[in-house]
């Protein structure tokens, strides 16, 4: 089994970098910048990639270019906190770039190396989701994940036919330094977890929204 995983130098992604890897799987991570834990792996680090810029990105990528992906997992994320009275533009169209665009573009990208069978996982959050925003706040990460959350929808659609499963994961609140490792649960747990609903993944669940535990999400 051949993986790409997107932001995996730390946090989440590098969870699920030791968990396939722990299954012997041919692990790649992409990132900006590495780190001493991701190079400690046996995965193939593919460093420079940044998906918030469109121009770069397909030259980023071409060491995957022959490399064919049974699963792809978009993990890159950013985080910001805006309110309605405190708010600057450029930081939502920074989530906007990484949380919502990049998947897209690094999935059109490296589509033709997915074959029939292969799944698509991208990294999204229950705070993309209307019904279950209690709170408000959060301008930018809200918004950019209902997008990707839109865009998730429209992949599974289109990709069906391919025979290519697509899934949109919540990973938990999890102790990661994006929220000040103030989560509930680990990197590790999240990482089972997600890598269980990529698993139980078909095209008959194609384009659902589900939590790391299973639990199927509300739009």
């Known amino acids: 089994m051949n993986v790409v995983i997107t932001g995996g130098n730390r946090g989440i992604g590098l969870a699920l970098v030791s968990a396939l890897l722990a299954r012997n799987y041919n692990v790649y991570v992409t990132c900006r910048n590495s780190s001493d834990a991701l ?8 460093s420079g990639v940044d998906v918030s810029k469109p121009e ?7 060491p995957l270019k022959d490399v064919p992906i049974d699963w792809l997992i978009n993990n890159a994320g950013v985080l910001g906190n805006e309110s309605i009275r405190d708010w600057e533009p450029a930081t939502i ?10 998947p897209l573009l690094v999935t059109q990208i490296l589509l033709s190396n997915l074959s029939e069978g292969g799944k698509i996982g991208l990294m999204t959050s229950r705070m993309g989701s209307m019904t279950d925003n209690g709170s408000g706040g959060y301008y930018g990460y809200r918004m950019s994940k209902a ?40 990197p590790e747990q999240a990482a089972s977890g997600l890598v269980q609903r990529l698993d139980e993944l078909t095209l008959e669940t194609t384009g659902q929204f589900f939590h790391s535990n299973g639990d199927v999400l509300p739009w």
């Open 39 to 46: 190079n400690s792996t046996n995965a193939t680090v593919i």
């Open 56 to 62: 770069s990105l397909e030259k980023a990528l071409q």
């Open 93 to 102: 169209d920074y989530q906007f770039r990484v949380n919502a665009l990049g």
């Open 147 to 186: 997008a990707l959350n839109a865009a998730g929808v429209s992949l599974a659609h289109d990709l069906k036919a391919k025979g290519i499963a697509v899934a949109l994961l919540h990973p938990g609140f999890v102790q990661t330094e994006m929220v000040n490792n103030a989560g509930d649960i680990t």
